[in-house]
């Protein structure tokens, strides 16, 4: 019900590459427990400071994540481009948002709250190492940058 018209497998596979490696049974659960979610190009879809509750992937548009730094300014530290996740730290962390992340044209994401996720990850471990699998990545590029 949550999926556009004529969705399925085929729309979670260019959507998050991740997600084509899980069997049939944690995918259709992956896809249970999202929502999707448009932002005009310019909207922020989390502000850095907030709290915030749960996490994303991009399906569609280019999203810029933007910070402040001690020295007052503020200024994009990235591109996230279809088939991202963001905003997992203040899931995990329970603390505020470290980054905005906004809008660089209208975009598609699909949102899976703290609950959501948490249950999903209890009944689909392996989707669990998915994710984390994905900020391992990340982590590795941000430290060779
Ligand atoms: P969160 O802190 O919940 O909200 C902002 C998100 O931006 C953050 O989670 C990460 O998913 C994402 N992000 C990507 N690159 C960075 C970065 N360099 N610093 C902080 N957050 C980043």
Known sequence: ELLPEG???SVGMPVV???SQL????????LEAMEVRTHPAKQSVVVEGEPGASMFALVEGTLEVVRHFQDGTRRKVG???????????ALISEGPRLASVVAAV??????FTRAKLAELVRRHPVVGQVVQAFYRERMVENLLR
């Open 7 to 9: 969705a399925g497998p």
């Open 17 to 19: 590459p991740l997600f």
């Open 23 to 30: 069997g049939r049974e944690p995918f259709a659960a992956v």
């Open 79 to 89: 591109e996230l481009a279809e088939g991202a996740f963001f905003g997992e730290l």
């Open 106 to 111: 209208p975009v598609v994401l699909l949102e």
